[in-house]
């Protein structure tokens, strides 16, 4: 078995550089011919050390591994696959309020970023639809992974999630 260290300490950008953070790998998927790992970039006590990182592993060759820092996304948990676009959950600190983004594999930026209210944790992507949890609340958020022609990606609106106060739940979203 090979393994391939992933960078840690101030090569992640801490918010502290007294506390810098540990890759905390949470989540990898395949998609265009490459390895997609999620880095949570948390420290030693668990605690968010800065923004998560997402890494562009070549399966046939480890030392060719581009990092992209995923702005204002904390503790990066989970990622699912959309024909060119990832689908990833920030779950931040849990006292905090999360988010989702899309990345798209081919321009290589965050296309899209929507404040969740809660903590999403898990992600999901079947057909056009992209799906989310909250493990603050009790709902299932629903999300249009499609560009259909333009930049706009929506949360469902008929589904649409109200953002709330921490500690409070969200309300219970049917997927549509």
Same mark, same amino acid.
């Given at each position: 078995?090979?393994?391939?260290?992933?960078?840690?300490?101030?090569?992640?950008?801490? =918010?502290? %550089?007294?506390?810098?953070? /540990?890759? =905390?790998?949470?989540?990898?998927? $395949?998609?265009?011919?490459?390895?997609?790992?999620?880095?949570? /970039?948390? *420290?030693?006590? $668990?605690?968010?050390?800065?923004?998560? $990182?997402?890494a562009q592993v070549d399966p046939n060759n480890f030392s060719n591994t581009h !990092? !992209?820092?995923? #702005?204002?996304?904390? /503790?990066? =948990?989970?990622?699912? @696959?959309?024909? =060119?676009?990832?689908?990833?959950?920030?779950? /931040?600190?849990? +006292?905090?309020?999360?988010?989702?983004?899309? $990345?798209? @594999?081919?321009?290589?930026?965050?296309?899209? *970023?929507?404040?969740?209210?809660?903590?999403?944790?898990? @992600?999901?992507?079947?057909?056009?639809?992209?799906?989310?949890? *909250?493990?603050?609340?009790?709902?299932?958020?629903? &999300?249009d992974v499609t560009l259909a022609g333009s930049s706009t990606i929506f949360v469902d609106?008929?589904?649409?999630? %109200?953002?709330?106060?921490?500690? #409070?739940?969200? +309300?219970? &979203?049917?997927?549509?």
């Open positions: 078995m090979d393994v391939y260290n992933l960078p840690l300490g101030l090569a992640l950008h801490p =918010t502290d %550089p007294c506390h810098p953070g /540990n890759a =905390t790998p949470s989540d990898l998927k $395949f998609s265009g011919g490459k390895v997609w790992v999620l880095l949570g /970039n948390l *420290d030693s006590a $668990f605690h968010v050390a800065g923004n998560s $990182f997402l !990092y !992209y820092e995923l #702005q204002d996304c904390k /503790n990066a =948990t989970s990622l699912a @696959t959309a024909t =060119t676009l990832l689908l990833i959950a920030c779950t /931040n600190d849990y +006292a905090s309020p999360g988010k989702a983004l899309l $990345f798209d @594999t081919e321009s290589l930026t965050v296309v899209w *970023d929507y404040a969740t209210g809660g903590a999403p944790t898990s @992600t999901a992507v079947l057909g056009n639809k992209g799906y989310l949890n *909250d493990v603050l609340g009790s709902g299932v958020m629903s &999300v609106s008929a589904h649409e999630v %109200p953002a709330c106060p921490v500690g #409070q739940y969200l +309300a219970s &979203v049917a997927a549509g």
